[in-house]
């Protein structure tokens, strides 16, 4: 079981930048594919970026260019840099962990259902 938590949402003009944190408990972090989704209200989740064990990156084509995910398995921390944000990426933000069933599959790496463990969320706004 891992357990993870996010934290450095808020509130942000348009253009702005955030940095989103997400500190998980399991010891083997770095064997894990990471991904972050997001969920705005009325709206299904959908992925946002995902990172692998061996450091490879996807993301989606709304954020690409403007976001860029990381982690340090170290510090067992995943994170997600939000760069000249939009009003568009108001959304509640959750961290998760990919099942390892899906290990080596790098088609669909943005797949909610894929994902197996999930944090609780912190809340992104964009203001205009």
């Known amino acids: 079981q891992v357990q993870m938590e996010e934290s450095g949402g808020g509130s942000v003009q348009a253009g702005g930048s955030l940095r989103l944190s997400c500190e998980a408990s399991?010891?083997?972090?770095?064997?894990?594919?990471m991904g972050w989704f997001r969920q705005a209200p009325g709206k299904a989740r959908e992925g946002v970026a995902s990172?692998?064990?061996?450091?490879?990156?996807s993301y989606a084509d709304s954020v690409r260019g403007r976001f860029t995910i990381s982690r340090d398995n170290a510090r067992t921390t995943l994170y997600l840099e939000m760069n000249s944000v939009k009003p568009e990426d108001t959304a509640m933000y959750y961290c998760?962990?990919?099942?390892?069933?899906?290990?080596?599959?790098?088609?669909?790496?943005?797949?909610?259902?894929?994902?197996?463990?999930w944090g609780q969320g912190t809340q992104v706004t964009v203001s205009s």
């Open positions: 990172i692998d064990s061996d450091g490879s990156t």
């Open positions: 399991e010891y083997s972090f770095g064997s894990y594919c």
């Open positions: 998760a962990a990919r099942d390892m069933v899906w290990a080596g599959n790098d088609r669909t790496p943005l797949n909610v259902p894929e994902y197996r463990y």
